[in-house]
């Protein structure tokens, strides 16, 4: 497992954008396939984005055209762009990781942060 730490959340008007992060620690980042999940009150979490390790990017069909999932294995971090925010984007958000492959499953990932809330106000 490897620990998780997201910023990056906060309130922001319909229309706007947020940059979310997610910073690792370890040195075998590389080896990690990341993504993101968010959770609104009273729904299930749901899948949001994920990376490979070498790069390759999954989004979920309400954030695709919209977000951005990005990462840097020399820094160790993971980002979320997210722009034309929704006010159904209201969620904490999530960042999680596994050693084995992307998957839309929060059961496949073994590494959680303890997330960033998102706040879009209409």
């Known amino acids: 497992q490897v620990q998780l730490v997201e910023s990056g959340g906060g309130l922001v008007q319909a229309g706007g954008s947020l940059r979310l992060s997610c910073a690792t620690s370890?040195?075998?980042?590389?080896?990690?396939?990341m993504a993101w999940f968010r959770q609104a009150p009273g729904k299930e979490r749901e899948f949001v984005a994920s990376?490979?390790?070498?790069?390759?990017?999954t989004y979920a069909d309400s954030v695709k055209g919209r977000s951005t999932i990005s990462r840097d294995n020399a820094k160790n971090t993971v980002w979320l762009q997210m722009n034309n925010l929704k006010p159904e984007d209201t969620a904490v958000y999530f960042c999680?990781?596994?050693?084995?492959?992307?998957?839309?499953?929060?059961?496949?990932?073994?590494?959680w942060g303890q997330g960033t809330q998102v706040t879009v106000s209409s």
């Open positions: 990376i490979t390790q070498f790069g390759g990017t």
């Open positions: 999680a990781a596994n050693q084995q492959r992307a998957t839309r499953s929060g059961n496949d990932y073994d590494s």
């Open positions: 370890g040195r075998t980042f590389s080896y990690y396939v």
